[in-house]
């Protein structure tokens, strides 16, 4: 979590234990990351995605495991493409026409003549009580924005065209505290673009 603390290491110790553990780590790991699901939580880690914060190192190799670098590259011609609504509470699933529970959602437009694909996104979220900060790299694989055109990315669940696993154990799921998140998106072979969405103090599915 980019800040160390007594917490974690504690964690740590106890996860590799369980680990080794030959019941634990066969029967009940289903991500295949060598940390048991009953651990997951205890790292702040998915228990369906082994390398949780994307950085291409797994779960329990990990020094930081809901922490990567950046790997975006700034620099290149200006993006093709604008952030629209950014959304990180009160969100709207306009498939269904409803309310939708709280997640990150940025809808993207393409004022262009060419479809956009190749996106990836690096978030972080930062808790504002204790101050600690996630971050999280995603490549968007089968995202599109048509030409002159609009699309809208969700971290969440992953069930659906536009949505990309969100970690259910990351402090945007479990700590009521505010947050600030920052996101850059990017389409391959440009320079990506940046926004910052705070988020009021509240669970991620209670009213804020």
């Known amino acids: 979590m980019n800040l160390p603390s007594k917490t974690t290491m504690t964690a740590t110790i106890l996860v590799i234990g369980l680990a080794s553990l030959p019941a634990l780590a066969t029967e009940a790991d289903l991500d295949n990351d060598g940390v048991p699901n009953v651990a997951e939580p205890l790292l702040f880690t998915d228990p369906l995605m082994a390398d949780t914060d994307g950085d291409g190192v797994g779960d329990?190799?990990?020094?930081?495991?809901?922490?990567?670098?950046?790997?975006?590259?700034?620099?290149?011609?200006?993006?093709?493409?604008?952030?629209?609504?950014a959304l990180v509470e009160d969100n709207f699933d306009y498939a269904l026409n409803r309310d939708a529970p709280d997640h990150l959602e940025l809808q993207i437009l393409n004022p262009g003549a060419t479809d956009l694909t190749g996106f990836s996104i690096y978030y972080t979220i930062t808790d504002l009580d204790v101050g600690t900060t996630e971050g999280y790299f995603r490549s968007l694989e089968g995202f599109t924005v048509s030409a002159a055109?609009?699309?809208?990315?969700?971290?969440?669940?992953?069930?659906?065209?536009?949505?990309?696993?969100?970690?259910?154990?990351?402090?945007?799921?479990?700590s009521e505290a505010a947050k600030l998140v920052t996101v850059m998106v990017s389409a391959e072979g440009f320079a990506p673009v940046t926004v910052e969405i705070n988020k009021d103090a509240g669970g991620a599915e209670a009213a804020d």
Request: aromatic share 8%; proline share 10%.
């Open 149 to 174: 055109g609009e699309a809208r990315i969700h971290l969440d669940d992953a069930e659906a065209d536009g949505h990309f696993r969100a970690n259910p154990n990351s402090s945007y799921a479990v």
């Open 60 to 85: 329990l190799e990990d020094q930081d495991p809901v922490f990567a670098e950046n790997p975006i590259a700034t620099a290149g011609p200006a993006a093709p493409f604008t952030i629209g609504e």
